[in-house]
């Protein structure tokens, strides 16, 4: 079982920075691929972000890549999420997401835990 627990949203202004913290509570951290989505009003969730659990790879959505960075320290079990630049299309509820069997998956169904989401928005 694992739980998760976002912290950092807000409210930017374009061209601002935020850092999103997901805290994971698991026993071995460092054996769970981690991700960011988000989800903007009326439309589905999608893929942000993923990180592998040892090696540390990442991968982006074409979206955001250039501007956001994901990140863990597993001595911390936390998974951060570095986003620059940002413009009002970023505006979403951001949600942390695990698995233990899927590796570089951009897809909701393939991640079995989640977190209650923190909020960004970004004004003009």
């Known amino acids: 079982q694992v739980q998760l627990v976002e912290s950092g949203g807000g409210l930017v202004q374009v061209g601002g920075s935020l850092r999103l913290s997901c805290a994971a509570s698991v026993r071995t951290f460092s054996n769970v691929v981690m991700a960011w989505f988000r989800q903007a009003p009326g439309k589905e969730r999608q893929f942000v972000a993923t990180i592998s659990d040892n090696s540390g790879s990442t991968y982006y959505a074409d979206s955001v890549k250039g501007r956001f960075a994901i990140s863990r320290d597993n001595a911390k079990n936390t998974v951060y999420l570095q986003m620059n630049s940002l413009k009002p299309e970023d505006t979403a509820v951001y949600y942390c997401?695990?698995?233990?069997?899927?590796?570089?998956?951009?897809?909701?169904?393939?991640?079995?835990?989640w977190g209650q989401g923190t909020q960004v928005t970004v004004s003009s």
């Open positions: 997401a695990a698995t233990v069997t899927k590796h570089g998956s951009i897809w909701r169904n393939d991640y079995d835990y």
